[in-house]
């Protein structure tokens, strides 16, 4: 699927509804949000119920502390865009099927197409799967990735996601402690290249 830009993508979204699993009308469905050309695009993996009722993404108790950590990390809202692998609520918060994710993937993949962020931090394991395989998010958590993605370079920055990191506190002491890095990665990736914070920083994947 090929879209000019975001409002397009999102008409054929809602004008396509009924060929979409979990979608049972057009109020369902919650897009990404956020600016059209930001460096960064941030993945999480399925609204939840707060976010279906309000129909923006990552509002609800994790979307809270998401936010409050992004402010933190000194990321300037205008530079971030978040969206969903799927963008429907899954019945009780389920784990999105794989047949649902692969229904929402064109248009991830085209919004990925429209914004051509600088960097992408996936959120979870299911958004990290879409772009690292045989991979565990304890392991490689705040580890820039450079991947070959459709035939595109791009900079991937798994991390937990915000309600795992709600679950545990251990968890949380990681996803804060690598948001308070993602600075220092955004710059890297936009500017310096400094090879010595490459080797230290990033890892390179399936090159
Ligand atoms: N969890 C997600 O993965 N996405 C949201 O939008 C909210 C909670």
Redesign the pocket.
């Known amino acids: 699927m090929h879209f000019t830009d975001l409002k397009t993508l999102k008409a054929d979204l809602e004008k396509n509804f009924q060929n979409l699993p979990l979608v049972e009308k057009v109020e369902d469905i ?1 897009h990404g949000e956020g600016n059209e050309n930001a460096s960064v695009m941030l993945i ?5 119920y707060n ?1 279906s009722v309000q129909r923006r ?2 509002v ?1 108790r ?2 809270q502390l998401l936010r409050k950590v992004l402010a933190e990390s000194g990321l300037q809202e205008d530079q971030v865009y978040i969206s ?1 692998i799927v963008k429907v609520r899954p019945p009780d918060n389920r784990d999105p099927l794989p047949a649902e994710i692969l229904a929402f993937k064109p248009y991830l993949d085209a919004e990925i197409q429209i914004i051509k962020p600088k960097l992408i931090m996936t ?2 394991r299911f958004s990290m799967a879409k772009f690292l395989s045989d991979v565990k998010i304890s392991q490689i958590h705040g580890r820039l990735h450079k991947v070959k993605w459709n035939d595109q370079l791009l900079f991937i920055l798994p991390m937990y ?1 915000p ?1 795992a990191a709600l679950r545990a506190t251990r968890v949380k002491d990681s996803f804060i402690k690598d948001f308070a890095k993602i600075d220092k990665i955004v710059d890297w990736v936009e500017n310096t290249k400094d090879e010595a914070f490459f080797s230290e920083t990033v890892k390179e994947a399936l090159l």
Not at 44 to 48: D, F, I, R, S, V
Request: proline share 12%; net charge negative.
């Open positions: 919650v999480g993996e399925a609204p939840g976010e993404p990552f609800g994790s979307g969903n959120l979870g996601h309600a």
